[in-house]
């Protein structure tokens, strides 16, 4: 019982439009306006108009919007039918494009074609049959027959009319899903991951490259800080890219390079280009675009270090300790604390490579720069600045004493690991000692002062170590007795 109420109730909902104008029937024939051809003609017309409207009678009639024609013409037959039944005629074709409106909104603007067509032909049936005498006119033949044509002219360049606005509007809809999906397609494939977030950098959404990018779902970011992934190291810069952006609009685009950590533990270098966007009315966000430079920063990292280093032992080259040497005096003299640069110059190696080759003579530079490193502090600075002459940057030294110790512990580290292989190699080394004092010498002049010095050591015996002095200088002409 519930089940054929329900159909019932279904029937109604979907054929409303037809049961009403049997209801305006019903009144006009109280009227005496309402046609003299029996009800029962109604009834049955205006069923079966009910009947076509049902959903299930407009697909199978449509095949799925493939073929438009039947459900159209049919509907139009059944709405003439009626309009001259109550002797009307063309007059009620208003009915034609009620109809024409509802089918172009499911089978768009193709529609308005067999529309027109059944219109105008289910009306000039109609006017036949009145010119015929087998239906009852309110109006004479002559104003029937006017009427019928200019109904049958509106009804035509109105389905045109609106066939061109359907037109213009299936053509921006497909452009915006062409959009749309071009864009849903570069969102969801593309390297790179974008992000909206809110003021306080509370993430809104993400697209879903986090996850082949950084290995997070979107859903796992979103409701989070995304400063919060960034390398302890780079939560200044971050800090730093978050505030520019709240103090600029969407005209300006920031861009940083920080560490990010992703789903695996590792930390990934990323590009991050921002813009704020929290003023635009579809956006209301921080708009991010980041994407993974690791790779990029690698390669930078190793040109950087070939450009900066010495190839062979690793030290820092000629051109980088000077770079060093300038940082530490200045960094002296803000703190007011000595600097010492020591210059060291091996005894014997060249024997070495006469003797043994340039193999073992290579060998034993890097055992040598091995020796350095482990001798001088993390803060200092040692490098190669060519054959076999090392130098070092003592970055804060309290006196030329502790500067004179670092150099004797390199002597007798060199000097005690002066072997290759097992074979022990007769070398030793000089060292010359330059101290700045705060506002002291330049680079220049202290890298020259440890070089004399160290000429000075290797004139007084291998394996000794000399502080720079200034001499006094006399002129020849001056009587001193």
């Not at 997070?216 to 400063?227: A, C, I, Q, S």
């Not at 704020?276 to 040109?303: F, K």
Request: with cysteine; net charge neutral; glycine share 10%.
């Amino acid at each position: 019982m519930h089940t054929i109420s329900a159909g019932v109730t279904r029937f109604a909902r979907h054929g409303l439009e037809p049961l009403l104008v049997l209801v305006v029937v019903l009144i006009l024939r109280g009227l005496g306006v309402g046609g003299e051809a029996p009800l029962w003609t109604f009834v049955v017309t205006l069923g079966l108009g009910a009947v076509l409207q049902q959903p299930r009678v407009q697909d199978a009639l449509a095949g799925g919007r493939d073929r438009l024609g039947p459900a159209v013409v049919l509907q139009m037959i059944v709405a003439t039918a009626t309009m001259y039944l109550l002797g009307w005629g063309a007059l009620l074709a208003v009915a034609h494009v009620h109809i024409l409106a509802v089918h172009m909104r499911r089978g768009g603007a193709r529609t308005w074609k067999p529309a027109a067509l059944a219109s105008a032909g289910s009306i000039l049936a109609g006017q036949l049959a009145v010119a015929a005498g087998l239906v009852h006119s309110y109006l004479d033949v002559t104003q029937s027959h006017a009427l019928a044509a200019l109904v049958v002219i509106g009804t035509v360049t109105t389905a045109r009319a609106l066939s061109a606005f359907v037109t213009q509007r299936e053509e921006a809809e497909q452009d915006a899903r062409l959009s749309e999906d071009r864009l849903r397609a570069l969102v969801r494939d593309g390297s790179e991951v974008i992000t909206m977030s809110d003021a306080e950098g509370n993430v809104s959404w993400v697209s879903p490259a986090a996850q082949p990018v950084m290995g997070y779902k979107p859903d796992e970011l979103r409701g989070k800080v995304l400063r919060g992934l960034f390398h302890p190291e780079d939560e200044i810069a971050s800090m730093e890219l978050f505030n520019r952006l709240l103090a600029t609009d969407s005209t300006v685009e920031h861009s940083a390079e920080l560490r990010v950590r992703h789903a695996d533990g590792t930390w990934h270098w990323h590009e991050i280009i921002s813009r704020n966007m929290l003023a635009h009315p579809a956006v209301h966000a921080i708009v991010s675009h980041q994407r993974d430079i690791t790779e990029r920063r690698a390669v930078q990292d190793r040109i950087a270090y070939a450009a900066s280093h010495d190839s062979l032992t690793g030290l820092a080259n000629g051109p980088t300790l000077k770079r060093d040497l300038e940082r530490a005096l200045a960094q002296g003299t803000r703190y007011q604390h000595p600097v010492a640069m020591l210059f060291c110059d091996l005894d014997g190696f060249k024997a070495v490579n006469d003797t043994y080759g340039h193999d073992v003579g290579d060998r034993l530079l890097q055992t040598i720069s091995t020796v350095i490193k482990r001798t001088t502090r993390d803060t200092d600075s040692a490098g190669r600045l060519g054959g076999d002459e090392f130098g070092v940057v003592l970055t804060r030294v309290r006196n030329a004493e502790e500067a004179l110790n670092v150099a004797q512990r390199l002597i007798d580290g060199i000097t005690g690991n002066a072997s290759v292989a097992g074979l022990k190699l007769d070398v030793g080394c000089s060292v010359g000692v330059a101290i700045s004092y705060p506002g002291g010498s330049d680079s220049k002049a202290l890298m020259r002062h440890a070089d004399a010095a160290m000429y000075r050591s290797k004139r007084r015996g291998r394996n000794g170590a000399t502080v720079y002095v200034e001499e006094e200088v006399e002129a020849p002409w001056m009587d001193v007795s």
